[in-house]
């Protein structure tokens, strides 16, 4: 093999490896082969109905806080953490809805949820129970249509909102609707 053939070989083969090395990397970083198509925007009157479900139906408030910042309204509840600095998913925040975080304070808000083992990555009450898992009741269950409307809230008005710090995020948070706790913010 000439000189010249042999050095295009090898430089064909170092292209092809950088080449292959490249994809391995941005597989890798999570990017997907497919570009994913984009969040559908939530129907206001569904992030509002999400609102009332996080505010009273579910009383996520009492351990999230009122702004969903892990400052949580009753001492006597788990703390819980601050959802405006989740790194959550839609999937993942869902999940965490219906499935709730056995051992940690956070109940599952799907009535099924480890009766049917298809629901919680297979896991049933008895596997909780096996291994001195305890989950919470939930103050009412949800219907998966109201675990849908209760995520579409929390990316509309909190999941990467940054903290409740100024009286304008407060005002929008809220929708407008005068609330004392604001007044307190510049």
Same mark, same amino acid.
């Given at each position: 093999m000439?000189?010249?053939?042999q050095s295009v070989r090898?430089?064909?083969?170092?292209?092809?490896?950088a080449s292959a090395?490249?994809?391995?990397?941005?597989?890798?970083?999570?990017?997907?082969?497919? %570009?994913?198509?984009?969040a559908?925007?939530? !129907?206001?009157? !569904?992030?509002?109905e999400?609102?009332?479900?996080?505010?009273t139906?579910a009383?996520?408030?009492?351990?999230?806080?009122?702004?969903?910042?892990?400052?949580?309204?009753d001492t006597q509840?788990?703390d819980?953490?601050?959802?405006r %600095?989740?790194?959550?998913?839609?999937?993942?925040?869902?999940y965490?809805?219906?499935?709730?975080?056995?051992g940690r304070?956070?109940p599952?808000?799907?009535?099924m949820a480890y009766?049917?083992?298809?629901r #919680?990555?297979?896991?049933?009450?008895?596997?909780l =129970?096996k291994?001195?898992? %305890?989950l919470? !009741?939930p103050?009412?269950?949800?219907q998966?249509?109201?675990?849908?409307?209760l995520a !579409?809230f929390?990316?509309?008005?909190?999941i990467?909102?940054?903290?409740?710090d100024t009286?304008?995020?407060?005002?929008?948070?809220?929708?407008?609707e005068?609330?004392d706790? #604001?007044? =307190?913010?510049?």
């Amino acid at each position: 093999m000439s000189a010249m053939r042999q050095s295009v070989r090898t430089v064909g083969l170092g292209v092809l490896m950088a080449s292959a090395v490249a994809g391995v990397l941005w597989l890798a970083s999570g990017t997907s082969v497919r %570009a994913q198509a984009p969040a559908p925007v939530a !129907d206001p009157q !569904d992030i509002a109905e999400g609102m009332t479900i996080f505010r009273t139906k579910a009383d996520c408030q009492t351990c999230h806080g009122w702004a969903a910042d892990g400052r949580k309204m009753d001492t006597q509840m788990p703390d819980a953490p601050n959802l405006r %600095a989740s790194r959550l998913g839609r999937a993942g925040i869902i999940y965490a809805i219906k499935c709730g975080r056995p051992g940690r304070g956070m109940p599952a808000f799907d009535r099924m949820a480890y009766k049917d083992a298809s629901r #919680c990555n297979g896991t049933t009450t008895a596997d909780l =129970e096996k291994n001195n898992l %305890a989950l919470n !009741d939930p103050a009412a269950t949800l219907q998966p249509r109201e675990i849908e409307m209760l995520a !579409d809230f929390l990316f509309a008005k909190v999941i990467g909102k940054g903290p409740m710090d100024t009286k304008a995020k407060c005002t929008e948070y809220w929708g407008g609707e005068a609330q004392d706790v #604001c007044n =307190e913010l510049k």
